[in-house]
């Protein structure tokens, strides 16, 4: 145990989630190992490429997107190549969103990141994953959990926060950002999870290859998800009564009272 003096109350962390959910509270950030084999993510890589061939595809092709800044951006990857779901339902992740948002957990949004070579992109800019938002909460109302499908490294632009920074409302001075910023180094299929509140940003690539990732956002299911995921997936996606709730389906909004009054009856104890 490490030495103190004065101290009457210690918290505890007696596993890797418990360590992550502490850094996470504190910090605003953590990173945690997602417990995937090498095979696993062979198979992510290709689902993701899948992905981005087919929401491109559907979106008009890479330089349709381009004009509007989305060509480094997969929306919704999982509603192209079902096996990126899996990392959404990550049970480590899906438990440290149980302990750290009060309630139950909606996924908000899921999307590809590409940090390009020697470029600019959307993510490399100072931000919030609720952005636009200036306040404080005394616990988290959103977890962003940033999937590596490949190492992020200091040379291909891993991630920089500002530590503890999801405790204040205003963007911090130039001064701070300048000697507190810190670049989270992580694994290929580990996962840097964040308090969506936390100011981070991507840095430049400078590795010659780009670098992609896969975020899960995940909200209290009182905010409005970035993509109506039921609406979009249909209603016969899954039965899966589990990934109903976490995809947002108990959570739509009704369009008329009919559609409330219904709603309410389905709850009722049968």
């Given at each position: 145990m490490t030495r103190s003096y004065g101290i009457n109350e210690r918290a505890a962390a007696d596993s890797d989630i418990d360590a992550a959910v502490e850094s996470l509270r504190t910090?605003?950030?953590?990173?945690?190992?997602?417990?995937?084999?090498?095979?696993?993510?062979?198979?992510?890589s290709q689902g993701f490429d899948t992905a981005r061939?087919?929401?491109?595809?559907?979106?008009?092709?890479?330089?349709?997107?381009?004009?509007?800044?989305?060509?480094?951006?997969?929306?919704?990857?999982?509603?192209?190549?079902?096996?990126?779901?899996?990392?959404?339902?990550?049970?480590?992740?899906?438990?440290m969103c149980k302990r750290l948002i009060r309630g139950y957990q909606v996924l908000s949004q899921q999307n590809g990141v590409i940090n390009p070579p020697a470029k600019t992109y959307n993510q490399g800019a100072w931000h919030r994953d609720l952005p636009y938002q200036h306040v404080v909460?005394?616990?988290?109302?959103?977890?962003?959990?940033?999937?590596?499908?490949?190492?992020?490294?200091?040379?291909?632009?891993?991630?920089?926060?500002?530590?503890?920074?999801?405790?204040?409302?205003?963007?911090?001075?130039?001064?701070?950002?300048?000697?507190?910023?810190?670049?989270?180094?992580?694994?290929?299929?580990?996962?840097?999870?964040?308090?969506?509140?936390?100011?981070?940003?991507?840095?430049?690539?400078?590795?010659?290859?780009?670098?992609?990732?896969?975020?899960?956002?995940?909200t209290s299911p009182i905010l409005r998800q970035q993509i109506d995921l039921p609406a979009f997936l249909g209603d016969d996606f899954t039965d899966d009564p589990t990934l109903r709730r976490l995809l947002g389906y108990e959570v739509t909004t009704p369009r008329s009272d009919a559609e409330y009054f219904a709603m309410r009856r389905a709850k009722l104890p049968k």
């Open positions: 910090l605003g950030y953590a990173v945690v190992d997602g417990g995937y084999s090498a095979g696993d993510l062979s198979g992510f061939r087919a929401a491109h595809a559907a979106a008009g092709g890479t330089e349709a997107l381009a004009q509007i800044d989305e060509h480094n951006t997969v929306r919704t990857p999982f509603a192209y190549d079902r096996s990126l779901l899996a990392l959404a339902r990550n049970p480590a992740i899906l438990e909460f005394s616990r988290p109302m959103a977890i962003n959990a940033l999937f590596c499908l490949d190492a992020f490294t200091t040379e291909n632009g891993a991630t920089l926060v500002l530590p503890a920074t999801h405790k204040q409302e205003e963007f911090p001075s130039d001064r701070f950002v300048d000697a507190s910023a810190v670049q989270v180094c992580a694994p290929a299929g580990s996962y840097i999870v964040l308090d969506c509140m936390l100011y981070h940003s991507g840095a430049p690539n400078r590795s010659g290859t780009e670098r992609r990732a896969v975020n899960q956002v995940y």
